[in-house]
């Protein structure tokens, strides 16, 4: 972020908002004498200024300060007595800049009532105001954001645009009193960034969309029959300059697949993917999962519900890995084998994205139903995981994806081996699908999508194997609408209400 008014700046990181000040004071003090002063200095000036915006710090006089070589964080503990735990204010500052990243005060009693939101805000805006001055006009109060979390949001603003993801929250209790602000984990903003004349026209990026819709089978919400929809296949996010989907791990956030790619011809071979006990449960984690449960600790499970019956997990522990079958009872048809490390590394070398999707494909025709001809892949599934590929595969009819016949397919990274596979390989034939001939539109689905869900521009960072991008891009994102679904219905053209 930038402009911030002398020592008070708001650069936080994510990992720092939820670093533990126990942890930070056990690792112990090693600054030089001339080193800490200096922190300590600017640290002081911070809390000098929190002090004049919130009077209930008055009432904590005692006061504890904790720094580390090994930390970027100064842990400030105020209290109103040194053996009383409340009331108290927990303050988090950047040990460079001595600026805030985070604080909390709890008063350690009720509340009164939650104050309107419009009471509330005002609250928050002048406190912003004496904390950032001329800067806090940076800041666009986002009414829905704040209505989702709980807490006054507030959206950082560059050129007229927002920047996603990168906001404050600021928290006011009852009494009026600011006792919470935080922010975003995003890194600085660079000083040049896209100029938003950059941007595709609206229209050109409106028939992006169009382009991306994608007719769809689904089961109702009420799982009583299957019905056709239309929705956007893309990352959730649109490349303002080009028109095409931004590869980030954000798509793990949208709901709906990205179905954009081609459909994949499989020759299926029908295998029975089947373990009625545990010793075939052993040897199927054996021969398709590499894990030999001989010298690992078995771990006894009681079957659980499922929507689909009762279902019996079967899961072994040797070192940090944890393998696992999970099989119908009564059938032993197997939902799901997974090999899983506690712990695990983003690994170095990769193997090449392009040969694992082969391999993945080859790994589920062979469990595949006769029936089946092609199926559809979601093509940002792949970046939900650091260490691993995971491929998400629908099955199709009519040569349309159905959503409820899903598939999982992970690879590891590192080695190729497939290490997870989850579906339900025993689709009941017995199903109505409704006619593809009598659906709308592309063009009039697109338009009542983005009736609910406008485009708005704004300034976005991707990520890709968990690292944010510090060169941000001018994107278009869809407004969220809590009203209803991120589909419309295929056939009537309609929204359907979430609710």
């Known amino acids: 972020m930038k402009n911030w008014n002398g020592a ?10 939820t670093a533990s000040p126990a942890c930070a004071a056990d690792k112990g ?6 080193q800490e002063v200096s922190t300590q200095g600017l640290a002081q000036a911070t809390i000098d200024k929190l002090a004049e915006l919130l ?4 009432q904590l006089p005692v006061q504890k300060m904790r720094q580390d070589e090994a930390s970027d964080v100064i842990v400030i503990e105020r209290k109103r007595l040194e053996n009383d735990p409340s009331p108290s204010m927990t303050i988090y500052l950047d040990k460079k800049t001595g600026g805030i990243q985070s604080f909390e005060y709890q008063a350690g009693e009720a509340d009164g009532e939650e104050l309107p939101l419009d009471v509330q805000k005002k609250k928050a805006d002048s406190f912003l105001q004496g904390l950032l001055g001329k800067s806090a006009e940076e800041y666009q109060f986002d009414s ?14 560059v050129n007229g645009i927002l920047f996603d993801e990168r906001f404050l929250l600021v928290g006011v209790n009852g009494n009026g009193e600011v006792i919470m602000l935080m922010a975003d984990g995003a890194p600085p903003v660079p000083a040049s960034l896209p100029k938003p004349d950059a941007a595709i026209p609206l229209a050109q990026a409106q028939q992006a969309v169009i382009d991306r819709m994608t007719p769809a089978y689904r089961l109702q919400k009420d799982g009583s029959g299957m019905i056709l929809t239309y929705h956007v296949s893309w990352s959730g996010v649109l490349d303002a300059k080009t028109g095409q989907s931004v590869e980030t791990e954000h798509a793990k956030f949208y709901s709906q697949p990205n179905l954009s ?6 020759s299926p071979q029908s295998k ?8 075939e449960a052993a040897t199927l984690l054996k021969n398709l999962i590499g894990f030999d449960t001989a010298d690992a600790t078995f771990v006894e499970r009681s079957p659980e519900e499922g929507p689909n019956g009762k279902v019996q997990d079967y899961v072994w522990k040797k070192g940090n890995q944890i393998a696992k079958a999970s099989v119908k009872q009564g059938n032993g048809q197997v939902m799901e084998l997974s090999l899983e490390a506690a712990k695990s590394s983003v690994p170095t070398q990769k193997i090449a994205l392009e040969a694992a999707k082969k ?4 790994v589920l025709q062979t469990y595949l139903n006769a029936e089946t001809k092609a199926v559809a892949l979601d093509s940002d599934s792949h970046l939900s995981e650091d260490t691993s590929y995971s491929f998400t595969f629908y099955g199709t009819h009519n040569g349309l994806p159905v959503l ?24 009941s034939a017995n199903v109505t699908y409704p006619d593809p001939a009598k659906i709308v539109s592309r063009e009039q689905a697109a338009q009542e999508y983005l009736k609910n869900h406008p485009l708005q521009l704004m300034y976005f960072s991707p990520v890709i194997d968990s690292k944010r991008s510090v060169t941000p891009l001018l994107v278009y994102k869809p407004v969220a609408n809590k009203d209803v679904l991120e589909y419309v219905d295929a056939v009537s053209g309609k929204s359907i209400p979430s609710k």
């Not at 003090?29 to 001339?34: A, C, E, G, N, V």
């Not at 009077?55 to 008055?58: A, E, V």
């Open 8 to 17: 008070v700046k708001l650069v936080i990181a994510a990992t720092l908002l």
């Open 261 to 266: 790619a081609p459909l994949i011809p499989v």
């Open 404 to 427: 409820n016949q899903m598939y999982q397919v992970t690879l590891s990274k590192e080695t190729g081996k497939l290490i997870g596979l989850s579906g339900d390989f025993s689709q």
């Open 359 to 362: 391999t993945a494909v080859e």
């Open 55 to 58: 009077p209930y710090m008055k």
């Open 29 to 34: 003090t090693q600054f030089s004498r001339k």
């Open 272 to 279: 029975a993917l089947i373990a009625r006990n545990k010793g």
């Open 144 to 157: 829905q954001k704040s209505e989702k979390l709980g807490d006054l949001a507030y959206q950082y603003v």
